[in-house]
């Protein structure tokens, strides 16, 4: 019974991140684009809590929908929205969009045909100590095995800041 | 819980140059609000002894020489290497950014701290031994690059030039990362040497993963480091972007993140990927062929002088290439000295197109270096000297790399790579021909007869890469025995 | 005490399709009850609010883009601060200083903010020269 509702909300969750990401690359209007991206977003949000992953579903949901897409979208009004609603699209190359989606499909259907074994898959919170929740796991190797590349992100964010006020203030 | 945490001293002296790349790199960022000082030589003057202080951090961390942080770098001779070929790179690259900085009324402490925050992103890709850590590395280095292309703001091409190299090289990237989650998937691990180990049967895990799928992630990284060398098919981007990028940050573009990519390229390929070698030697072998002769035949019909110094860039990446294709400690160690070649003599080039381009860069085109032999013997000497190596004269450096890595090649039965190859580099000397041509066998034009002086940084910047370039051409052997000693990368 | 994943997370289930449910229902509701008045003042978004002039599409200012920056910025520092959080009592020292030299650059990203004006508003006069 339980198995069931996983199911049906992985199915639920799936039609959203796919729904939203159709509608992402289709609308003409940029806005609807964003929002289109934010239930995509949402729907990847759902696939991490049924993973048992919790604080990446948190992290998801405060990063990606809230300061992600709050930058996306200040980022399309900086544009002139009305004129480039009028200029020529270039998102109109259905074939190609069409070809390069079968060559992907086909290389998910081989993996599904023969590879699912060369992959480690592991049922959502397997390997978690008893007791222990998503977050401590993440925390616990996060601030001991993987020390290095939390401190170096430091860095990589101080490249944005002074990447953003170089690109985008009107004196430096 | 796990008890790994924790690192000790040489752990922190490993990571020493990067350490001090960041300090310095947050100071320039911090101390310009705070000084107002703007045109000012400090933070260029600053920056230089950042880098040489990390020269010095990379040669004693050398002496400390082993893994750290628990196998996510790999201090060896390799990543030393590297580590110094792309710190020597930003101070040739900034030596001649005084003069042309101070000519676009452009000196800020942003240029130079995002030059230095690249090349410690840069030293880490060299000393990576972890997905992670290269991911990290690549993005750093890469952010500020596309910074840097873009920082003439009010210039048009070089607007277009950072939004390209960005749209591109983001796009590159994700394809880097797909293969990483390939790797994950199919190793468990995203540590090279670990994941080499499943790779070749001998994990944990029981039996090799299907090579299918390693080979699938093997080509999705090979898109990613491809476009970041600007190796055909993926090199598209690079004539826009040298030519609009400030002429200093295009030398530096067509050097430090070349080498440092190519440091992981040699790295990931020779090591993780290496069990499955057969596998994409095909596709390296035609990748460093479209490279060359794409670069080489495009080059002969420019007329801009940035743009043919980026095909040339090019056709270097194919060179490189054919090294990789080798799959042979040999075919590393003529890498590893081919690039150290093609840095100095690139870079050298581009100081010389800096020091003439003047004001807002006018003078771009190869007709504006006619007569620079009469007017300015020195800089047309020194720039002579570039061309040759770049031609592949012996004596210089570039004759000896091009040497050794198609000894190499012909080490590893690539007959046929090997004589393609040798036909490009004569195709090759055609155009750098004709700019030594344009300079000695041409009255003086407008762009020489405007010419200033040669600044005390420039004369550095032209003269230590030729002393350079022919250093490695007289004495190839000082570097080739520790590039050769130091291209074991399996332990 | 829940046995599993699944019912640890039951009752937010319920919530989401009670709230879905909630929404759905009250607009089909006011759909199919509400009485249908179409005028032109029912048009103007606010009936008794200030009349809007000009076009909501206008351009934005790029310093908007700067403040964005700067919330993803401590954003996700934040969210580094929550797994953190949970270790700090077994790591301690180790923990803090971690802590501390992440947040120490982060700081000076945020320093180098305000003190170059990526902040103010209305761009005072600096007799600097222009890039």
Same mark, same amino acid.
């Given at each position: 019974?339980?198995?069931?509702?996983?199911?049906?909300?992985?199915?639920?969750?799936?039609?959203?991140?796919?729904?939203?990401?159709?509608?992402?690359?289709?609308?003409?209007? &940029?806005?609807?684009?964003?929002?289109?991206?934010?239930?995509?977003?949402?729907?990847?949000?759902?696939?991490?809590?049924?993973?048992?992953?919790?604080?990446?579903?948190?992290?998801?949901?405060?990063?990606?929908?809230?300061?992600?897409?709050?930058?996306?979208?200040?980022?399309?009004?900086?544009?002139?929205?009305?004129?480039?609603?009028?200029?020529?699209?270039?998102?109109?190359?259905?074939?190609?969009?069409?070809?390069?989606?079968?060559?992907?499909?086909?290389?998910?259907?081989?993996?599904?045909?023969?590879?699912?074994? &060369?992959?480690?898959?592991?049922?959502?919170?397997?390997?978690?100590?008893?007791?222990?929740?998503?977050?401590?796991?993440?925390?616990?190797?996060?601030?001991?095995?993987?020390?290095?590349?939390?401190?170096?992100?430091?860095?990589?964010?101080?490249?944005?800041?002074?990447?953003?006020?170089?690109?985008?203030?009107?004196?430096? | 819980?796990?008890?790994?945490?924790?690192?000790?001293?040489?752990?922190?002296?490993?990571?020493?140059?990067?350490?001090?790349?960041?300090?310095?790199?947050?100071?320039?960022?911090?101390?310009?609000?705070?000084?107002?000082?703007?045109?000012?030589?400090?933070?260029?003057? +600053?920056?230089?002894?950042?880098?040489?202080?990390?020269?010095?951090?990379?040669?004693?961390?050398?002496?400390?020489?082993?893994?750290?942080?628990?196998?996510?770098?790999?201090?060896?001779?390799?990543?030393?290497?590297?580590?110094?070929?792309?710190? /020597? /790179?930003?101070?040739?690259?900034?030596?001649?950014?005084?003069?042309?900085?101070?000519?676009?009324?452009?000196?800020?402490?942003?240029?130079?701290?995002?030059?230095?925050?690249?090349?410690?992103?840069?030293?880490?890709?060299?000393?990576?031994?972890?997905?992670?850590?290269?991911?990290?590395?690549?993005?750093?280095?890469?952010?500020?690059?596309?910074?840097?292309?873009?920082?003439?703001?009010?210039?048009?091409?070089?607007?277009?030039?950072?939004?390209?190299?960005?749209?591109?090289?983001?796009?590159?990237?994700?394809?880097?990362?797909?293969?990483?989650?390939?790797?994950?998937?199919?190793?468990?691990?995203?540590?090279?040497?670990?994941?080499?180990?499943?790779?070749?049967?001998?994990?944990?895990?029981?039996?090799?993963?299907?090579?299918?799928?390693?080979?699938?992630?093997?080509?999705?990284?090979?898109?990613?480091?491809?476009?970041?060398?600007?190796?055909?098919?993926?090199?598209?981007?690079?004539?826009?972007?040298?030519?609009?990028?400030?002429?200093?940050?295009?030398?530096? +573009?067509?050097?430090?993140?070349?080498?440092?990519?190519?440091?992981?390229?040699?790295?990931?390929?020779?090591?993780?990927?290496? !069990?499955?070698?057969?596998?994409?030697? !095909? +596709?390296?072998?035609?990748?460093?062929?479209?490279?060359?002769?794409?670069?080489?035949?495009?080059?002969?019909?420019?007329?801009?002088?940035?743009?043919?110094?980026?095909?040339?860039?090019?056709?270097?990446?194919?060179?490189?290439?054919?090294?990789?294709?080798?799959?042979?400690? /040999?075919?590393?160690?003529?890498?590893?000295?081919?690039?150290?070649?093609?840095?100095?003599?690139?870079?050298?080039?581009?100081?010389?197109?800096?020091?003439?381009?003047?004001?807002?860069?006018?003078?771009?085109?190869?007709?504006?270096?006619?007569?620079?032999?009469?007017?300015?013997?020195?800089?047309?000497?020194?720039?002579?000297?570039?061309?040759?190596?770049?031609?592949?004269?012996?004596?210089?450096?570039?004759?000896?790399?091009?040497?050794?890595?198609?000894?190499?090649?012909?080490?590893?039965?690539?007959?046929?790579?090997?004589?393609?190859?040798? @036909?490009?580099?004569? /195709?090759?000397?055609?155009?750098?021909?004709?700019?030594?041509?344009?300079?000695?066998?041409?009255?003086?034009?407008?762009?020489?007869?405007?010419?200033? !002086?040669?600044?005390?940084?420039?004369?550095?910047?032209?003269? +230590?890469?030729?002393?350079?370039? @022919?250093?490695?051409?007289?004495? !190839?052997?000082?570097?080739?025995?520790?590039?050769?000693?130091?291209?074991? @990368?399996?332990? | 005490?829940?046995?599993?994943?699944?019912?640890?997370?039951?009752?937010?289930?319920?919530?989401?399709?009670?709230?879905?449910?909630?929404?759905?229902?009250?607009?089909?509701?006011?759909?199919?009850?509400?009485?249908?008045?179409?005028?032109?003042?029912?048009?103007?978004?606010?009936?008794?609010?200030?009349?809007?002039?000009?076009?909501?599409?206008?351009?934005?200012?790029?310093?908007?883009?700067?403040?964005?920056?700067?919330?993803?910025?401590?954003?996700?520092?934040?969210?580094?601060?929550?797994?953190?959080?949970?270790?700090?009592?077994?790591?301690?020292?180790?923990?803090?200083?971690?802590?501390?030299?992440?947040?120490?650059?982060?700081?000076?990203?945020?320093?180098?903010?305000?003190?170059?004006?990526?902040?103010?508003?209305?761009?005072?006069?600096?007799?600097?020269?222009?890039?």
């Amino acid at each position: 019974m339980l198995t069931d509702i996983n199911t049906i909300l992985f199915y639920v969750f799936a039609a959203l991140v796919l729904g939203g990401g159709i509608l992402t690359v289709t609308r003409r209007n &940029a806005v609807h684009s964003a929002i289109s991206l934010i239930v995509s977003l949402l729907g990847v949000a759902g696939l991490y809590l049924l993973q048992q992953a919790e604080f990446l579903f948190a992290v998801q949901i405060v990063l990606y929908v809230g300061g992600i897409m709050l930058l996306f979208l200040f980022v399309i009004m900086l544009v002139n929205l009305d004129l480039a609603a009028h200029q020529r699209q270039f998102n109109k190359q259905w074939l190609v969009a069409l070809a390069a989606v079968a060559a992907v499909g086909a290389g998910v259907g081989y993996f599904l045909y023969r590879g699912k074994d &060369a992959f480690h898959f592991a049922e959502g919170g397997a390997g978690l100590p008893p007791g222990l929740g998503n977050t401590e796991a993440i925390a616990d190797s996060l601030f001991s095995e993987y020390l290095l590349p939390f401190e170096i992100a430091s860095v990589l964010l101080l490249v944005a800041v002074v990447g953003s006020v170089v690109m985008a203030k009107k004196r430096i | 819980m796990s008890a790994s945490f924790g690192f000790n001293a040489a752990d922190l002296i490993r990571f020493l140059p990067e350490t001090i790349l960041t300090v310095m790199g947050t100071l320039l960022m911090v101390l310009d609000p705070i000084l107002h000082r703007r045109g000012s030589h400090a933070f260029g003057h +600053l920056s230089i002894a950042a880098l040489v202080a990390a020269i010095g951090g990379a040669v004693y961390a050398y002496t400390q020489a082993g893994p750290a942080f628990g196998g996510m770098l790999m201090v060896d001779g390799f990543a030393t290497f590297f580590r110094v070929l792309v710190l /020597v /790179v930003g101070i040739l690259t900034i030596l001649p950014s005084y003069r042309f900085l101070a000519r676009q009324d452009a000196e800020t402490s942003e240029y130079h701290a995002l030059l230095i925050f690249s090349i410690a992103g840069q030293c880490l890709m060299a000393a990576a031994n972890d997905l992670i850590i290269v991911f990290i590395g690549l993005e750093i280095s890469s952010i500020a690059s596309y910074v840097l292309a873009g920082y003439f703001r009010d210039d048009k091409r070089s607007n277009e030039a950072a939004l390209k190299y960005f749209l591109l090289g983001s796009f590159a990237t994700a394809f880097f990362l797909y293969g990483v989650a390939l790797i994950y998937g199919a190793t468990g691990s995203v540590n090279l040497t670990a994941a080499r180990a499943v790779i070749s049967g001998q994990g944990p895990g029981g039996p090799a993963p299907a090579p299918v799928f390693i080979g699938v992630a093997a080509a999705l990284m090979f898109v990613g480091l491809g476009f970041k060398v600007s190796a055909a098919p993926f090199q598209i981007w690079a004539p826009d972007v040298y030519q609009g990028a400030p002429t200093p940050v295009a030398a530096f +573009l067509s050097a430090g993140p070349k080498a440092a990519t190519f440091a992981v390229f040699l790295r990931i390929f020779m090591t993780m990927f290496e !069990p499955i070698g057969s596998g994409w030697e !095909p +596709l390296v072998w035609f990748s460093a062929l479209l490279s060359m002769t794409i670069g080489n035949f495009a080059a002969l019909m420019q007329t801009n002088i940035k743009r043919m110094l980026a095909y040339s860039s090019i056709a270097h990446a194919g060179y490189v290439l054919v090294a990789l294709t080798a799959r042979s400690q /040999v075919g590393t160690a003529a890498a590893m000295f081919y690039l150290a070649a093609y840095a100095l003599m690139n870079i050298g080039a581009f100081a010389a197109v800096s020091h003439l381009s003047g004001r807002g860069e006018r003078y771009q085109n190869i007709e504006d270096f006619s007569g620079l032999g009469q007017k300015q013997p020195l800089t047309a000497a020194m720039l002579s000297i570039f061309l040759l190596s770049l031609i592949g004269v012996p004596l210089t450096g570039g004759f000896f790399g091009k040497f050794y890595i198609f000894k190499a090649a012909l080490e590893s039965h690539l007959v046929w790579l090997t004589v393609l190859g040798l @036909l490009n580099s004569a /195709v090759a000397a055609y155009y750098y021909l004709r700019m030594l041509v344009m300079m000695y066998m041409h009255e003086p034009g407008e762009a020489v007869e405007n010419a200033e !002086p040669l600044s005390l940084g420039l004369r550095a910047a032209l003269i +230590l890469p030729a002393l350079g370039t @022919l250093l490695l051409g007289i004495f !190839p052997t000082w570097v080739l025995e520790f590039a050769g000693k130091s291209a074991a @990368l399996v332990k | 005490m829940p046995e599993s994943y699944t019912d640890l997370y039951f009752p937010v289930l319920v919530q989401a399709l009670v709230a879905m449910g909630l929404a759905a229902g009250l607009l089909t509701a006011s759909f199919l009850l509400g009485k249908r008045v179409r005028n032109r003042v029912k048009d103007i978004p606010y009936e008794s609010g200030i009349t809007p002039t000009g076009d909501a599409r206008q351009r934005f200012s790029v310093k908007f883009y700067l403040v964005a920056m700067l919330f993803i910025l401590f954003d996700i520092e934040a969210i580094f601060l929550y797994p953190w959080v949970v270790v700090y009592r077994e790591l301690k020292m180790f923990a803090f200083v971690e802590m501390l030299v992440f947040a120490i650059l982060i700081l000076s990203g945020f320093f180098y903010m305000w003190k170059k004006g990526a902040l103010d508003w209305a761009e005072p006069d600096r007799s600097r020269r222009k890039l």
